[in-house]
């Protein structure tokens, strides 16, 4: 049965050829997914994003500054995605991409938190849900978020830690992205943790370009592919097939108000 999914997280402006964005959002589209959310991660693809919103049904977008790009204008920068939040249109449905990345090191932690309190701030002024990145930072990233719950609640976007991890973001409101990384036997912790969370708290994502499937290393990832990992989550839960691909497709119009 072909079920109507929703790609969470998937960065369409970052696809190179030979594939086309266009060809890539049809190819989606014919295997039933219906929308995809494009979170920006500075101020330089914010347009982009927003461009290709208009450009297409399907597409949705978020603003952000994610922690692996910052300037060091962050007074700056900040009052530009202040800006674009004011102006924003209906398709753009979070803020985000954002959060702490602590993998090469923790030499610009205080950029990094001050960025992120910031962005959860704006979201919340402006009643949006966030999509949060974590990398190495579990334990900052939830201090973080206790000190600045998100109103409107949001994803973390691409999990790959332990049930115990997760429902830490769980607790505070939060979605888990369920992604690619499920499709790898060798993640035992991720897969054992996603089969055990409350299914009304999972959302799937491909974070297309990257984050190939197992089996598709090499080649770029693809929203279309959001498919095999709704196939991998039924194989992952107990619910049934049609009870999985529903909620989760409900989880994810629950949080992003798309119109």
């Known amino acids: ?151 409107k609640g949001g994803v973390l976007h691409g999990f790959t830690g332990s049930y115990q991890q997760a429902m830490e973001y769980v607790k505070l409101g939060l979605k888990i992205g369920v992604g690619g990384s499920i499709t790898y036997p060798r993640a035992s912790k991720t897969r054992q943790a996603i089969s055990q969370l409350p299914l009304d708290s999972l959302v799937l994502e491909t974070d297309a370009p990257d984050m190939p499937l197992n089996g598709k290393q090499g080649s770029q990832n693809e929203p279309k592919f959001i498919k095999l990992v709704l196939n991998e989550l039924i194989l992952l839960r107990n619910e049934g097939e049609q009870t999985v691909a529903l909620k989760v497709h409900y989880n994810a119009s629950s949080v992003f108000d798309f119109c």
């Open 1 to 151: 049965m072909q079920y109507v999914m929703i790609d969470s997280h998937c960065h369409l402006d970052l696809i190179k050829a030979p594939l086309s964005t266009q060809k890539v959002i049809d190819d989606a589209a014919q295997l039933g997914v219906d929308k995809i959310l494009v979170p920006g991660i500075s101020p330089s693809n914010w347009q982009q994003v927003e461009l290709l919103s208009r450009q297409n049904e399907s597409v949705y977008y978020a603003l952000g500054c994610h922690p692996m790009y910052l300037s060091a204008d962050i007074s700056s920068s900040l009052r530009r995605l202040e800006l674009a939040l004011d102006n924003r249109n209906e398709r753009c449905v979070a803020v985000g991409e954002c959060g702490l990345d602590f993998y090469k090191g923790r030499e610009d932690a205080d950029l990094q938190l001050e960025y992120l309190v910031k962005q959860l701030k704006l979201a919340n002024q402006h009643l949006l849900p966030v999509i949060l990145h974590c990398r190495k930072a579990h334990q900052d990233l939830v201090k973080v978020l206790k000190a600045n719950k998100p109103i």
